[in-house]
C-alpha cells in the first residue's frame, strides 16, 4: 500500500524533470548554432566606424581596408582581422594610421601611427 503512494507523489516531479532536462538540451543547442556560427562584419562598416572615431578629431585625407578577412593568432585569441588604415593631415604633415579590426564584433584591437 505504502509503494503505491510513493509513485503517484514522485510521477509529477519526473514528468517535471524530464521536461526540463528536454529544454535545456534545446536551449544548449540553439545557444551552440548561435555561437558558433559568427558572422563576420563587412569591411565597409569597420571603415565608417573608424572614420567617424577620426573625424571627430579633424579632417581625413584618405582610408582604406582590406575587404579580404585574414587569419590573426595572438597569445590565445585566434580570430580573422581586417587590416586598414587612415591619412591625414597633423601640423602641415600627411599622417598616416594603420589598423586591426576584429572581424566579427568590429572591435579595433591595434592601432598605430606610421
Avoid at 24 to 42: D, M, N, R, S, V
Avoid at 54 to 72: A, D, N, R, T, Y
Avoid at 83 to 108: C, H, K, M, P, W
Wanted: proline share 2%; charged share 25%; with cysteine.
Amino acid at each position: 500500500m505504502v509503494g503505491k503512494g510513493k509513485t503517484k507523489d514522485t510521477t509529477p516531479y519526473i514528468l517535471a524533470g524530464g521536461l526540463l532536462l528536454g529544454a535545456g538540451l534545446t536551449c544548449g543547442y540553439f545557444l551552440h548554432k548561435l555561437i558558433a556560427e559568427k558572422k563576420a562584419i563587412q569591411g565597409d562598416t569597420i571603415l565608417k566606424h573608424v572614420k567617424k572615431v577620426f573625424l571627430k578629431e579633424g579632417s581625413i585625407e584618405g582610408s582604406w581596408i582590406e575587404l579580404q578577412k585574414v587569419p590573426l593568432q595572438k597569445f590565445a585569441l585566434k580570430t580573422d582581422v581586417y587590416y586598414g588604415g587612415i591619412s591625414r593631415i597633423e601640423e602641415n604633415q600627411l599622417v598616416q594610421y594603420e589598423f586591426i579590426a576584429d572581424a566579427y564584433t568590429g572591435s579595433i584591437l591595434d592601432l598605430y601611427r606610421l
